[in-house]
């Protein structure tokens, strides 16, 4: 994503690990602090917030910002 896209959208990044494989996750702090896209970086594998919306709906809205982005890593693993 352009640095651009990134401070329009009030989008930062993180780098998490898991299993030994690196993802890069864009979260939004507007409002409420929600992964907005993960992406594996070794493959280029992404998956959206939106992919996932309904799923994580039926969740606790109390979910904080590592739960979600553990769903979200979880379920682009099984694609």
């Known amino acids: 994503m352009s640095s651009a896209w ?6 930062n990044t993180l780098i998490v ?3 030994e494989k ?4 864009f979260y939004t702090t ?5 992964p907005k ?3 594996e970086i070794q493959t ?13 709906s ?3 809205n109390d979910m ?3 739960e979600i982005t553990r769903y979200m890593i979880s379920k682009l693993q099984e694609m």
């Open 37 to 39: 896209l993960v992406e």
């Open 58 to 60: 039926s969740i606790p």
């Open 30 to 34: 507007v409002s409420s602090v929600i």
């Open 17 to 19: 690990t898991v299993d």
């Open 64 to 66: 904080k910002l590592e």
């Open 22 to 25: 690196e993802y890069l996750v």
């Open 6 to 11: 990134t401070h329009n959208n009030n989008v």
């Open 44 to 56: 280029g594998k992404r998956i959206t917030y939106k992919d996932v919306n309904e799923e994580i």
